[in-house]
Structure formats: C-alpha cells, structure tokens
C-alpha cells in the first residue's frame, strides 16, 4: 500500500461526442459550478457560450501593450532624430511635423508590443508553462489526445460535493466516472 | 441570437418597401436635384472660353466644386459594385442577406455617368485640366468645334507640335500624349460607365430573375460568380483611370503609382460604410429583420475597419514614398496640401481618417450595436468628403488664378461647393432609394439565405 498522501482534484467524466460534452457543458454551467473545465481533441465552436465564460481579459492587455511600444517608438525616435542627434538629408526638416517619417518605427514597435502582451499574457493566463497536471494521474484521461471527450469539476469549486457532483455529471450522460487524486508533495 | 431561421419564416415573395414608404424622401431628393441641376448646369456653361472675365473665374470654381461632389458620390457606387462583385466571386454565404443592397448601390454606377457629362464639354476641361489647353491651342481648335478633335490625322500632326513647337510645350506632355490626348480621354470617359455600368445591370438582372423563379436552383449563382471574374478586371481598370483621368489629370506633370488603388481604398471603405448604414435604416424602419442580425453587421463592421487600417495604409505608403525620394515631380502634390491651411486639412485626415476610426471601431460590441454605428459612419463621410475635397479643391486656385494665388479670389467657393454638394448628393440618393421600392429588398428565393440569416461568427 502506498503511503503518499493524497488529495482529491475533482470528478471526472467522459463524453462520447462533441454534442454530448456541449450539452453537459450548458448543464454544469446551469449547476453554477465554476472551477471546472471541458477538455476535448480539438476546438469545439460555442463551446466557451456553453460554459458560460466569461470574455478574456486579453484583449485590453493587449491594447495597453500596444499603447505603451507606439509611445516607446514615439519617444525614441523623436529623441533620437530630432532633440539628439538630428540626420538632416536633403535639407529637410526635423521637428515635430517631419513626425511621419517614423510611422514604421511607430507600426513596427505596436505591433512587436502588442504580440508579446499577447504572447505572454496569454501564457501568464493560461498559468503555462507548467510541467504537470492533476489529471494526468488518471490513465483514461490519456484519450483526451485522441477520440474522447471529458469534463473535469475541481474540488476548488465552492458547491463540490462527491455526491452531488457525481450526480450532476451522471444525469448530463458522462461514463467512466473517476475521482481524480493527487498526490501532496 | 433569437430562434433558428427556417424557411417558414422568409415570405415567399419577399420582403416589399410598404408603398409610399420611402416616397417623402424621393420626392424631396428629386425636386433638390431638378432645382441644383438647373443653377448648376448655367454656372458651369456661364463662362466665356479662354479670356479671364469674372464669370469664367466663377465657372472655374463651379467646376471645381462640380468634380469634388461628383468624385464623391461616385465613390460609394464605386465600392457597392466591388463588394457586389467580391460578394459573387469569393462564393460568400453571409453576404446573401445584403446583396440586394449592394446590387442598389452597384446599379446606381451607370446613372452618375450623366453627372459627367459636363466634363465632356470644353468649356468644364478648360479650368479643370490644363494639359487639355496646351492640347487644343497646339491644334488651334475653336472650343466651340471640340468635337473636330476626333480627326486622327489632325490629332496625329498636333502631338508632333506638342514636341517641336514653340511655346510652353514640353516634353512631358508629349510623352504623355499616347495617354493623355483629347479622343482618348472621351472615349475612356464614356467607357467607364458604359462598360462597368453595364455589368453591374446584368448581375443586379440574374439576382432579380431568382425572385420571380418557383425552383431557383445554384444557376444564376454560378453564372453569376463566372461573370463576375470577367467583371473584376473592368471594375480594376475603370476605378484606376477614373482616378487617374479625373484626379491626377488636375496636374498633368504629377506622377504616383499608388493614386488609383488610394481612391479605390476610399471607394470601398465607404462603400461598406454606407451599406451598413443603409441596412441599419431599413431595418430601424422594420425590414430585413428576419434574415439579418447583429452577426451580419458585425461582419460588415469588421470590412469597415480593415478598409479604414487599407486606407491609411496606402495613404501613407504614397505620402511617404514620395517623402524619402524628395524629387520635385512628385513632392508638388504634397507640397500644395501642406501650404498654409491646407496643412491643418491634411494633419487632421491623418488623426480624423485613421487614428479615430481605427479607436473607435475596435471592439466587437461597437460593431453589433446600430445606434452607435450610425453617428461612426457619418463620421466617416464627413472624412471622405474632407479626403476628397483636399484631392480636387486644392488645385483649384493655383489653376484658375495662372499659380499666383492658393484661393482663388475671396470667398465664395464653399457655397459652390455644398451647392455641387447638395446637386449631386439628391441625385445620387434620387436614384438610390428608388431602387428600393422596386424589387424585394433581399433574394429571398436565393438557395443560401438561409445560411445567410442563421450566421453565426
């Protein structure tokens, strides 16, 4: 007998298709649980509607990314080109309004901004990269890769109770029921 | 997103304009246009050819003002029928529900080409283009004979003097002479019309031919998408040489690569905008409610922006080519427009055309609601009108007053303009709301409108 400690991380159940998960997504929704999570092989269309999520916060990460690399590019190029060390070629200007000669920098540096905000917001969201997960001690959550789909509901969610919860999967059409334990280290 | 849309719910006729719906409006539009096209047509012909007496000066600003309302209002045609066209070509299913819109606005293209018949006219070209003057005065042509200039021979002989001949000619015009000569120019001026309007009625006839048509089938949708490929070139070159023939032609010594793809960005950035605010009114006036929803208008929104990042895009790229490279061919366009006050019109449609926008029409939720998507597309009317009004009005004093002055004399010309403005704009609208009350105001009868009024993005 092992003497790990143990905790439990949640049911979980399998779904046969996408249709079966998407309706016991909107019944688990409807249950007001919200420390769970639906893990299938591929994108599901509407299935963040069926869950009852709410929308990303990524996007205005993403905006004041975007903001703060066109302010950086503004400064640095009106720095540089005009109060610094102005390159004067052909005799034209530099001042304020010779400012459209540094648009690319200006588009470029937004946009380089705005991408790692997406990158590593999304990242930091997700809480990725993380070199486990609970519900890989389930071996038949393995198939997740493959042709089955699951929904897992976490012992974290405030109205999780083992009866109760198993109920709940059970009546939305889930089989295999598992109580998924993880070891404490 | 209410209940699944099934044929139950689309009238087998269609949806019809109630009678007299929209006959205020007509009515009103017309009358306007009657009225504006009367003062209009004695300004522009008030003037005497070739001599600088008041009334010329006073017809040379009309005719400004007549292009820049005429270069405005045939843009949205313009866009309507590239729309239409992307619509047919790139087999789209969402867009089933606005086609007939677009089919309007694309129709209303070969009417605008009467509006252009006054460039037709010698007395119109004469403080419009100048290159059309050295033209005529090398060949000794009397204004009043201008049709004698489709004499080849003679015409032949004349650009051999544009060379070697005395005077102010030079070697540009010349050059430019297989382009820029007097029966090319009427024929491509008719062409453009003829040719895309005429394309534009045959797809409008195959879409209407459906909702008369008990077992429509995929037919006319094939046929449809095939002409339209054949189309796409005509559309290509006739918003490419309009631009070129109407707009670069004010200065024949300006060259630019990018001038017919920045007018065509305009075309169809406010093309799309007025499809979604036509849209918007009728269904606020109870129509295209079953096969349209927020997912249509949020699709639309999404065009609308993309167009308005295009033209801002291709608006810079021409600016800033012209910037680096510094040769004085190039550099005179910008050069007018950032002289005295024009600059504040100039640095405004860069923040005012771009910047606003592209904030504005960010978020997905602006999209899908109409009530502020109406005030966000005037806005952007308001901006094309400026964006146009900076491409003709500009030239217009340097033009009539021989370069010494930037305005041609004092005042006066904003009231030519907005009368050319309001002239244009009732005939442009007199033609478009009629073609709401004619036909079913989408195909109903058509195999995906179906898919198109359960969209879902």
């Not at chain 1, 089955?148 to 198993?166: G, H, L, N, Q, S």
């Not at chain 2, 062409?191 to 995929?218: C, R, T, W």
Request: net charge positive; proline share 5%; glycine share 6%.
């Amino acid at each position: 007998m092992s003497t790990q400690a143990k905790r439990v991380y949640g049911y979980l159940a399998e779904f046969k298709s996408a249709s079966a998960l998407y309706k016991a997504a909107e019944k688990v929704r409807d249950a007001g649980h919200k420390k769970w999570d639906c893990y299938s092989p591929y994108p599901i269309h509407g299935l963040d509607h069926a869950m009852g999520m709410k929308k990303s916060i990524l996007p205005y990460l993403v905006f004041c990314g975007g903001t703060i690399g066109f302010i950086t590019a503004v400064l640095l190029a009106y720095t540089t080109q005009v109060v610094i060390y102005p390159t004067v070629v052909q005799a034209k200007p530099a001042n304020l309004f010779t400012i459209s000669a540094f648009f690319p920098i200006m588009f470029e540096l937004t946009i380089l901004f705005s991408g790692f905000t997406t990158l590593f917001g999304l990242l930091a969201l997700m809480q990725l990269p993380r070199l486990n997960h609970p519900l890989f001690e389930s071996k038949q959550f393995g198939r997740v890769t493959d042709d089955k789909f699951f929904i897992a509901i976490e012992a974290r969610d405030p109205k999780f109770a083992k009866a109760t919860v198993k109920e709940l999967l059970e009546d939305a059409g889930g089989t295999n029921l598992e109580l998924v334990e993880e070891p404490v280290s | 997103m209410g209940h699944f849309i099934t044929s139950k719910d689309i009238p087998a006729n269609g949806e019809h304009l109630a009678k007299g719906g929209l006959k205020l409006p007509i009515l009103i539009s017309g009358l306007v246009a009657i009225v504006g096209l009367i003062i209009s047509l004695y300004l522009l012909f008030s003037g005497n050819a070739f001599n600088n007496k008041p009334a010329d000066i006073n017809a040379g600003r009309f005719a400004y003002s007549w292009l820049f309302a005429f270069i405005f209002f045939v843009s949205f045609p313009l866009g309507g029928c590239f729309w239409l066209l992307l619509h047919h070509l790139s087999n789209s299913g969402w867009g089933v529900s606005v086609r007939r819109v677009m089919e309007n606005l694309a129709t209303v293209f070969p009417w605008m080409g009467l509006l252009a018949i006054p460039f037709l006219f010698p007395e119109v070209q004469q403080h419009l283009f100048e290159w059309m003057n050295s033209h005529r005065e090398i060949m000794g042509v009397e204004p009043s004979k201008s049709m004698s200039i489709l004499n080849a021979d003679m015409y032949a002989n004349a650009t051999k003097e544009l060379h070697h001949g005395t005077g102010t000619f030079d070697h540009m015009l010349y050059k430019k002479a297989f382009y820029m000569n007097l029966p090319a120019w009427l024929i491509r001026m008719v062409l453009y019309f003829v040719a895309l309007g005429a394309s534009m009625i045959i797809l409008k006839k195959i879409s209407v031919n459906q909702d008369h048509d008990e077992n429509p089938g995929i037919k006319r949708l094939i046929r449809a998408r095939k002409l339209s490929a054949a189309f796409l070139p005509i559309f290509a070159l006739t918003v490419t040489f309009l631009a070129f023939d109407l707009l670069k032609g004010l200065d024949f010594k300006w060259f630019s690569t990018m001038y017919g793809v920045y007018f065509f960005a305009g075309c169809a950035l406010n093309g799309m905008a007025l499809l979604i605010l036509t849209t918007i009114v009728l269904r606020r006036m109870g129509y295209l409610n079953q096969i349209m929803s927020p997912e249509h208008h949020h699709i639309m929104g999404k065009l609308t922006f993309a167009f308005v990042v295009f033209w801002a895009y291709i608006s810079f790229s021409q600016f800033f080519l012209i910037w680096y490279a510094n040769i004085t061919e190039e550099t005179s366009y910008f050069l007018l427009r950032n002289t005295e006050n024009w600059n504040i019109a100039s640095i405004a449609l860069v923040i005012g055309h771009f910047a606003i926008p592209f904030l504005l029409l960010m978020r997905a939720d602006v999209k899908k609601k109409p009530g502020l998507m109406i005030p966000i597309m005037i806005y952007l009317f308001v901006l094309h009108a400026l964006d146009h009004y900076l491409i003709v009005a500009p030239e217009r004093g340097p033009s009539l007053t021989g370069g010494k002055h930037l305005f041609p004399t004092s005042g006066g010309s904003v009231i030519y303009d907005l009368l050319a403005f309001a002239t244009v704009g009732s005939f442009f609208l007199w033609f478009y709301l009629r073609s709401f009350t004619k036909n079913s105001l989408y195909p109903n009868r058509d195999p995906r409108i179906l898919e198109s009024a359960n969209l879902f993005n």
